[in-house]
């Protein structure tokens, strides 16, 4: 054990790591803002009176939430291009990758929290003569909210990490640029520790930020 | 969308995305086994009374559940090495990684059930004359084994999605084969959902198992 450590080649490499950064504070935010919309979708129409509606959503629900991510992420990039004869950016597929995949996982946290309400609510709200989007606007919808703050947070901590699969599609997010300044430099130790580093101060903060978040949000109770 | 699904591919390709599937299984159930009983090592070094045992165990903790899963595969892969002056083969290093992912997350578990533990049968027990090694086998771990029985199913689920980063190393497991396959045949939507169906026939039953379990003890508790 006698490796001596020298961060220097990498450090001065830090232009090439910051893109890399925010690239995947990028697509990050993207995807979790396509992800919130598909799993409302999803949500609503796991929560509808109809069978037809709730089936096919549920099946695509099971299926994103029982085969791994980077199935997904060759799928969009290399299979469905194939498919429909057109050919997608590395950044597109990750995108519909990662928002189709944290929707299924957001769905079931919206449909978790609505139907954690108890049905004494719904009923006494209609009992009021409240119509269906009255009741869901004013009993359910900001009292299921807070209960979906802490999953919310955590599902997405998971999509945050799982931008680092954008690299297997070659896209210039953090590890993708790490594994660039590795073959110009050949220091593998060092790269690979600095960016995880990285990825931990990221997260760290963001975990820093929600907890902010999760007391003003839930501040009334 | 008039694409002809090549079906006899499927077939014809079917024994080699099955012979990843056994290193799948290789990689996925001795990765679970080895990081849940560093699991509860780690959590028993958590609620340790010596501050340098919770401090390194915390931070442990920290390191791998806030980094991505495919960081800590390549970080063992090509940074490790370095350090230890040993080459490990693709197989070693992704299950080692896999492994030790798994004990961070595991010891959260062993930490949580432990301390649901009311501290009146601790000292209960002591009074009784065990030892801090006999109140946790025979008092407290045999009650609280059957409350984290959903969330081992859920880290065996996530273990099992995970395992497909090694194809990342060329580790040739199931999506190491279907990628080959793909590129081999030219034919990735026939070969990618094929593998997708494999990895769901492979994951479900224990996302099945973990809901069952889950509901079983609500309706006790």
Redesign the interface.
């Known amino acids: ?1 006698s ?1 001596q450590w020298d961060f220097s080649p990498v450090l001065t490499r830090w232009p090439l790591l910051l893109d890399g950064l925010l690239n995947t504070v990028k697509i990050a935010a993207i995807a979790i803002v396509f992800g919130v919309l598909v799993g409302l979708v999803l949500a609503l129409l796991r929560l509808s009176p109809r069978r037809s509606l709730r089936l096919p959503a549920a099946v695509f629900v ?2 994103y ?8 992420f ?2 969009f990039f ?3 291009p ?3 004869n057109i050919s997608l950016d590395p950044l597109v597929a990750a995108v519909l990758a990662l928002s189709t995949q944290s929707g299924a996982f957001y769905a079931e946290v919206f449909r978790g929290g609505i139907r954690s309400i108890e049905r004494g609510q719904w009923e006494g709200a209609k009992a009021l003569g409240m119509t269906h989007t009255q009741l869901m606007r004013r009993i359910v919808v900001p009292q299921a909210a807070t209960r979906m703050v802490a999953p919310f947070v955590e599902r997405s901590f998971e999509l945050i ?5 954008a ?2 599609l070659a896209y210039g997010e953090l ?1 993708y640029q ?1 594994m660039m300044v ?1 073959s110009e430099t050949f220091r ?2 060092e ?3 600095a ?2 580093l990285l ?2 101060v990221l ?2 903060s963001c ?1 820093a930020l929600a907890r902010v978040a999760e007391a003003r949000l839930t501040a009334y109770r | 969308m008039d694409y002809a699904f090549d079906f006899a591919l499927v077939v014809e390709t079917f024994p080699i995305l099955m012979r990843g599937f056994v290193v799948t299984l290789e990689l996925w159930l001795p990765s679970l086994a080895i990081g849940l009983a560093a699991g509860l090592v780690l959590a028993l070094a958590r609620l340790s009374r010596s501050r340098l045992m919770r401090g390194g165990s915390l931070v442990y903790i920290e390191l791998f559940r806030d980094t991505p899963v495919l960081i800590q595969l390549i970080w063992f892969y090509y940074a490790f090495p370095i350090l230890i002056g040993v080459q490990l083969s693709p197989f070693t290093a992704a299950l080692l990684a896999l492994a030790l992912n798994t004990s961070a997350y595991g010891a959260e578990i062993f930490r949580g059930g432990i301390q649901s533990i009311a501290r009146g049968q601790w000292e209960g027990a002591k009074a009784l004359g065990m030892r801090h090694a006999d109140v946790l086998r025979r008092i407290v771990l045999p009650q609280v084994f059957k409350l984290m029985l959903p969330a081992f199913t859920n880290r065996a689920v996530e273990v099992a999605k995970m395992s497909s980063l090694a194809s990342v190393l060329s580790v040739h497991e199931l999506m190491y084969q279907g990628r080959l396959l793909s590129s081999t045949y030219y034919r990735p939507f026939e070969i990618l959902t094929t593998v997708a169906v494999v990895y769901f026939v492979l994951i479900y039953p224990a996302t099945f198992l973990s809901m069952t379990l889950e509901r079983r003890m609500a309706g006790k508790g």
């Not at chain 1, 990490?161 to 699969?165: F, H, S």
């Open positions: 054990m490796y099971e299926f939430r029982n085969t791994p991510p980077i199935v997904h060759f799928w290399y299979a469905l194939v498919v429909l990490k799982t931008t680092a699969l690299s297997t590890l790490a590795n593998p130790l790269v690979y520790t960016v995880a990825y931990l997260l760290v975990s």
